[in-house]
Nanobody, 130 residues
Framework: QVQLVESGGGSVQSGGSLRLSCAVSGHTYVGYCMAWFRQAAGKEREAVATIMLDGSTNYADSVKGRFTISRDKAKNVLYLQMNSLKPEDTAMYYC????????????????????????WGKGIMATVSS
């Protein structure tokens, strides 16, 4: 059984920064594709950043240049550094991963769908005020 637990959310003013962490536990390897999604009120869940087995990263246009996804393999932690935050970044943020290489070809923010990833955290809120 794999568990993903997010932390690091909170409230900041526009222009501020937050660093989200996702602790991964369990005996199944889930590094083929790991991602951060977000869901704003009244909107669909969207992928904002992905990281693949070889460390390649991909970002949604809306966060490119401001967000950075990374992982610490030794600690089994996935990160999302969010800088220059805007009110429109306000959302529930979810980390997600999969143990199968089947969908690794979809590990891009414009291709990745919710059902491509088997394991999800419960989410953490990030609120940006103007």
């Amino acid at each position: 059984q794999v568990q993903l637990v997010e932390s690091g959310g909170g409230s900041v003013q526009s222009g501020g920064s937050l660093r989200l962490s996702c602790a991964v536990s369990g005996h199944t390897y889930v590094g083929y594709c790991m991602a951060w999604f977000r869901q704003a009120a009244g909107k669909e869940r969207e992928a904002v950043a992905t990281i693949m087995l070889d460390g390649s990263t991909n970002y949604a246009d809306s966060v490119k240049g401001r967000f950075t996804i990374s992982r610490d393999k030794a600690k089994n932690v996935l990160y999302l550094q969010m800088n220059s935050l805007k009110p429109e970044d306000t959302a529930m943020y979810y980390c997600a991963a999969d143990s199968s290489p089947v969908h690794r070809g979809y590990c891009y923010t414009d291709l990745l769908q919710i059902d491509h990833l088997s394991y999800w955290g419960k989410g953490i809120m990030a609120t940006v005020s103007s």
